[in-house]
T-cell receptor, first 114, second 110 residues
């Protein structure tokens, strides 16, 4: 099992450019999450999904969109990147609700927006 | 505004010493409190978790202490080892989302 994988590992964008981050999991998990990690702020939830075809907003959703067309994939899109979106992005998945199930994290994507 | 407040931001401990990280929350609907460990360049991984019906949970050298009335919980790392050097996050959940603390970077000196 590869667990949770993220593509790409690193990316540099210019302000206004768009990109999509891909998360894939092979554990047949229902729940998937996108977080951003910034120094001194921990992990903040951007969007999450409770199953194929569903998405919901987290704590910091502005400037991001997501899609969960297949159960194993969760895509995070930035339509017009801003320097404030420079961060490390983590995808996670879990079998059940966050209140009962362990979340498994991917290795992260380091994004720099110039 | 973070729903879980974590302190200290960083700490240094000698090998064999005890590391203590504290967290506090306000939302009484929280009923699941995990701790995640993150090594540089890696994603976080679950270390240990507790529910409010117990006051303490121990797994090896790691212990969670939970004070429901004070809405506080803490992680104790006993006999700290250089391999424990990492960032530790407390978290809390009452439903379908986790709220994380800001993290504590622990450095264990040999």
């Amino acid at each position: 099992n590869a667990g949770v994988t993220q593509t790409p590992k690193f990316r540099v964008l210019k302000t206004g450019q768009s990109m999509t981050l891909l998360c894939a999991q092979d554990m047949n998990h229902e729940y998937m999450y996108w977080y951003r990690q910034d120094p001194g702020m921990g992990l903040r939830l951007i969007h999450y999904s409770v199953g194929e075809g569903t998405t919901a907003k987290g704590e910091v959703p502005d400037g991001y969109n997501v899609s969960r067309l297949k159960k194993q994939n969760f895509l995070l899109g930035l339509e017009s990147a801003a320097p404030s979106q420079t961060s490390v992005y983590f995808c996670a998945s879990s079998l059940g609700l966050a209140g009962v199930s362990e979340q498994f994290f991917g290795p992260g994507t380091r994004l720099t927006v110039l | 505004q973070q729903q879980v407040k974590q302190s200290p931001q960083s700490l240094i401990v000698q090998k064999g010493g005890i590391s203590i990280i504290n967290c506090a929350y306000e939302n009484t609907a929280f009923d699941y409190f995990p701790w995640y460990q993150q090594f540089p360049g890696k994603g976080p991984a679950l270390l240990i978790a507790i529910r409010p019906d117990v006051s303490e949970k121990k797994e090896g050298r790691f212990t969670i202490s939970f004070n429901k009335s004070a809405k506080q919980f803490s992680l104790h790392i006993m006999d700290s080892q250089p391999g424990d050097s990492a960032t530790y996050f407390c978290a809390a959940s009452g439903n379908d989302k986790l709220s994380f603390g800001a993290g504590t970077t622990v450095t264990v000196r040999a």
